[in-house]
């Protein structure tokens, strides 16, 4: 399934506008900025649409109430942070699964001279924009995407029930120049919880899986 979204701010044709990544057909797609709710309708839909009939009211109720509880709180801490977009998984069975999640975003550098990143190298610029969260003991390493210099940040997560994190999480951020404009840089943030511990070996194929993904990386214009 491909995903594409239209990047903030009015831009000239040759500029990149926008992203395009390829998701399995199971994932599915929650633009934060416009159109919120709709998406979250759907999605609430599909998977209401899966009850057993017959199943007694007073449990589908609960069930309905908890799944857009959570589903709305994942989507809350997404925004927090302005971000773009929040992709998330759902099971066989249509339930959403909240173990993983993918959250894009954009950042925008001031542009005044003498702010950071005015004379900044771009990989010295992608390193401190991933270091203001004081993340620690991280594995590092950079490359390219769609011809864009990429930096790819991966570590393990606490548990922190106040930020609504129950369970650690393996986390794999990438950070790309946004190509034509030095002051631009796109950013998709991984998680995932694997079988319970996210050093175990599901934790380990869903980042293989989630760098597969960032391959496909495209850019609209």
Do not use: C
């Not at 995903?3 to 990544?21: L, M, N």
């Not at 990989?123 to 401190?128: E, K, P, Q, S």
């Not at 997560?157 to 999480?169: F, H, M, N, P, R």
């Amino acid at each position: 399934m491909p995903a594409e979204q239209t990047v903030s701010g009015a831009h000239p044709a040759s500029v990149v506008t926008g992203y395009r990544i390829i998701l399995p057909n199971d994932w599915e797609q929650i633009p934060l900025r416009h159109g919120t709710e709709g998406a979250l309708r759907r999605i609430l839909d599909k998977a209401f649409i899966h009850i057993p009939a017959g199943s007694p009211p007073d449990r589908v109720n609960v069930f309905k109430r908890e799944l857009d509880r959570r589903l709305r709180a994942t989507v809350a801490r997404a925004q927090e942070s302005n971000a773009l977009d929040l992709y998330l998984p759902m099971r066989s069975t249509s339930d959403v699964n909240l173990g993983a999640s993918i959250v894009v975003s954009e950042t925008l550098l001031p542009r005044h001279r003498g702010q950071a990143g005015a004379h900044s190298e771009p990989t010295d610029v992608a390193l401190h924009l991933l270091s203001q969260d004081g993340v620690v003991n991280a594995d590092l390493s950079s490359g390219e995407l769609d011809g864009a210099l990429a930096v790819r940040r991966e570590y393990v997560a606490e548990s922190d029930s106040g930020k609504g994190a129950d369970l650690a999480s393996r986390r794999v951020e990438y950070i790309v120049a946004v190509p034509d404009d030095p002051n631009r840089w796109f950013a998709a943030a991984f998680s995932a919880v694997g079988g319970g511990d996210p050093r175990d070996e599901l934790a380990d194929a869903l980042v293989e899986w989630f760098d597969a993904v960032m391959a496909t990386l495209r850019w609209g214009r």
